[in-house]
């Protein structure tokens, strides 16, 4: 089959093949990027902004002080499992 066809032919087929192949690439590279990213923010602990420090600070539980899982609004303490609210890690006023 191939050899049938004209020189050029064969060319810009292989030119148009290239082609969709770096877009193809640059896709996956951007999708790639992308979940790395979102995976990142979903590692790194949420900030919040506390009124008393004026900047964005890590949050603990208002009972223990200890690191949180966050949920909406509030969040569970990781010392005693229960839930508690969020208070500023460096100055424990609420946030
Ligand atoms: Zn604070
Ligand atoms: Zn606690």
């Known amino acids: 089959m191939l050899p049938l066809l004209p020189l050029v032919d064969t060319a810009g087929n ?3 093949l290239i082609v ?10 951007l999708l790639a ?3 790395y990213q979102r995976y990142m923010a979903g590692k790194r602990p949420v900030q919040h902004l506390c009124d ?3 900047h964005m600070v890590s949050v603990v539980s208002d009972c223990h002080h200890a690191p949180v ?3 909406f609004l509030h969040g569970i303490c ?3 499992k229960t839930e508690c609210r969020l208070v500023c ?3 424990k006023r609420p946030v």
Do not use: D, F, H, N
């Not at 969709?20 to 590279?29: C, D, P, Q, R, T």
């Open 89 to 91: 890690a460096k100055c």
């Open 52 to 54: 008393y420090c004026g």
């Open 69 to 71: 899982k966050e949920k």
């Open 33 to 35: 990027l992308m979940a």
């Open 20 to 29: 969709v192949g770096i877009i193809a690439l640059l896709m996956i590279i």
């Open 14 to 16: 292989l030119a148009c």
């Open 78 to 80: 990781t010392e005693c």
